[in-house]
Nanobody, 123 residues
Framework: QVQLVESGGGSVQAGGSLRLSCKAS????????VAWFRQAPGKEREWVAR???????STIDSVKDRFTISRDNAENTVYLQMNSMKPEDTAMYYC?????????????????WGQGTQVTVSS
C-alpha cells in the first residue's frame, strides 16, 4: 500500500474554487490509477474523478466541466481542481490509489486511502 495525504480542503462560497492535493509516499505513484471519492453526510461514498497510469481521466457527470483531475509525477501528487462549486459539493473528499494502471469504479478496487479532507460550500 502507498501512503496518501490529502490537503486543500476548506470552506468556500458557491461559485468559488478549491484545489485538493493528494501526495503519495512512493515514486511509483505515477504509474497507478488514483481516484477522488467524496462522502456527504447520510450518503454513500461516490467516486468523483480518476486518472489512470496512462493519464486518461474521467469524472462523474455532476462535476463535469467544473472539476479537473491532474497529476504531477515529479511531485508524486494528484490534484483535484474544483471550480464553480455548489453546496451539493459539500462532503469529505478522499483520494485512493490502486496497484494497476487501469482504474476501477468501486471503492473495493482501491487498496490505499487517504484520511480525507473536508470541503464545505455555502450558498
Amino acid at each position: 500500500q502507498v501512503q496518501l495525504v490529502e490537503s486543500g480542503g476548506g470552506s468556500v462560497q458557491a461559485g468559488g474554487s478549491l484545489r485538493l492535493s493528494c501526495k503519495a509516499s512512493e515514486i511509483t505513484y505515477g504509474r497507478k490509477c488514483v481516484a477522488w471519492f467524496r462522502q456527504a453526510p447520510g450518503k454513500e461514498r461516490e467516486w468523483v474523478a480518476r486518472i489512470d497510469g496512462f493519464g486518461g481521466v474521467s469524472t462523474i457527470d455532476s462535476v463535469k466541466d467544473r472539476f479537473t483531475i491532474s497529476r504531477d509525477n515529479a511531485e508524486n501528487t494528484v490534484y483535484l481542481q474544483m471550480n464553480s462549486m455548489k453546496p451539493e459539493d459539500t462532503a469529505m473528499y478522499y483520494c485512493a490509489a490502486r496497484d494497476f494502471y487501469a482504474c476501477g469504479s468501486g471503492q473495493a478496487d482501491y487498496n490505499s486511502w487517504g484520511q480525507g479532507t473536508q470541503v464545505t460550500v455555502s450558498s
